[in-house]
């Protein structure tokens, strides 16, 4: 599992007022017909909220951060404890949602569409001391033990009754706590179970709420590993054998799910891009079209890596011009695989020069009127001419350099990405078409 960042210490906000129920009557593009979020378990490209977001900075920085926000409607995602909300229930029911608040405040305030992943636990729900927080690493990642299951539970109704506006809710985050080291497997009983009594008590608060799992990690290892191989493979490397098993044995005895979520990095478990950085992306597609032969239900990916992450973050960028050209290729792989929606895992920074940011940490001003970086930028494009619903179109390539060009399209519009460090020049469904090294350019449609 990567590194995440949560925040360690609370912030004082104010509790939160109701959302108006207009905002649930936003029609989604691409949707099919369907009139609002609760119609619809398909929300298009946004983003996760991690430690740092659009209400931390200076003022300069928060308009700036916010600005980046409002300037188009995505789907933002927010987890109840960590990753910028401190624990919600520290003790047997005395709850804390002071800092929840204030981030689903701002996913109002910012016209977002609201997604809660349930994560993490309380630690009086995992054997801990009531009134006690442990921050570390290990701590969060601990699962609630199974005779605090229902407790979990009802803390999730609790959150889905104080957020009436929210409909969409992810149970979990990567299976965290659950890997049983004896049977040196995934716990899929252990995680079900408890994913069923969380999904029977968000649907009872309201039945039209959204509920969805199990939101493995999709691991995957190189040629050379062959103990837990699978069939699920390409140039890539193969998916964990583990992790399938886990997904269909949530799939079968799952009480319900209105999507489906995974998160995954094209890269293998030891960091290897096989067979280069832009076929690693291939993985992607690959799996969602796996996930799409199991379920008719909506493919979310909640989170999706190109790299391995430093630590700290302060790690020397690799080529940025390559790096971008990776990112978009990823995401017209996910696309190609069949998701509907998917969440650009936030790394902000307080104070430091990011190249993977949405927005600027300090009160610089991005390459957009309002802000915004060119991942933001990206991210909001992306969502726009490939909502929800988009049919993709073959294209016709055609040149001496065609094979290293990538392209999605549908009837509207084509994205093209350079994959190579040097120009080249490609016929486009009969289009003369000239991309500099590593560019990814707009087109529309024939």
């Known amino acids: 599992m990567r590194p995440r960042a949560w925040r360690i210490s609370a912030v004082v906000a104010a509790v939160a007022t109701l959302a108006l129920v207009v905002a649930l009557c936003v029609t989604l593009p691409g949707n099919g017909g369907a009139t609002s979020a609760v119609a619809d378990s398909s929300l298009g490209w946004g983003i996760t909220h991690t430690q740092y977001s659009a209400e931390d900075g200076d003022p300069a920085a928060v308009r700036t951060a916010r600005g980046a926000l409002s300037a188009q409607s995505l789907p933002q995602n927010q987890h109840i404890m960590g990753w910028g909300a401190d624990n919600p229930e520290p003790s047997p029911g005395r709850y804390d949602f002071a800092t929840l608040d204030e981030r689903i405040d701002l996913i109002r305030e910012t016209h977002g569409t609201p997604v809660i992943t349930l994560c993490c636990a309380p630690d009086w729900m995992k054997g801990g001391k009531p009134g006690h927080t442990d921050w570390s690493r290990r701590s969060l990642e601990t699962a609630p ?24 809710f992810i149970v979990w985050n990567e299976f965290k706590g659950f890997f049983d080291d004896a049977k040196e497997r995934w716990d899929h009983e252990g995680y079900t179970a408890f994913y069923n009594q969380v999904y029977s008590a968000l649907k009872k608060v309201n039945k039209e709420n959204l509920v969805g799992g199990p939101y493995l990690n999709m691991d995957s290892f190189g ?9 699920l493979k390409g140039p890539w490397g193969s998916v964990d054998r583990r992790v399938l098993e ?15 979520v995974v998160d995954g990095a094209s890269y293998t478990r030891d960091g290897e891009a096989l067979p280069d950085e832009f076929r690693a992306t291939d993985k992607f597609t690959a799996i969602g079209r796996w996930i799409r032969d199991r379920t008719s239900v909506p493919l979310w990916w909640t989170e999706y890596y190109i790299e391995p992450s430093d630590d700290d973050g302060s790690g020397e960028r690799r080529h940025e011009a390559r790096h971008f050209a990776v990112q978009v290729a990823a995401m017209m792989a996910i ?6 929606t998917a969440f650009y895992w936030n790394p902000q ?7 993977d940011c949405l927005w600027h940490s300090s009160g610089v001003t991005g390459n957009a009127s309002d802000g915004a970086l060119p991942m933001m930028d990206l991210i909001r494009r992306f969502d726009t001419e490939f909502p929800p619903g988009s049919a993709f179109r073959p294209v016709d390539m055609a040149g001496d350099d065609a094979e290293t060009v990538r392209v999605l399209a549908d009837d509207k519009a084509m994205l093209m990405v350079n994959t190579l460090d040097r120009p080249v020049h490609v016929n486009v469904d009969g289009r003369s078409v000239d991309l500099d090294a590593y560019q990814v350019r707009w087109l529309s449609s024939i």
Do not use: I, M, Q
């Open 145 to 168: 033990s199974p005779d605090h299951y229902d407790d979990f539970a009802d803390l999730a109704a609790t959150v889905a009754t104080r957020y009436p506006d929210v409909r969409h």
């Open 223 to 231: 040629p050379r590993h062959t103990r837990y191989g699978s069939s």
């Open 246 to 260: 886990a997904f269909d044995y949530w799939n079968l005895h799952k009480a319900g799910a209105d999507f489906v």
């Open 335 to 340: 696309a190609e695989g069949g998701a509907t």
């Open 349 to 355: 920074r307080r104070g430091e020069r990011c190249t």
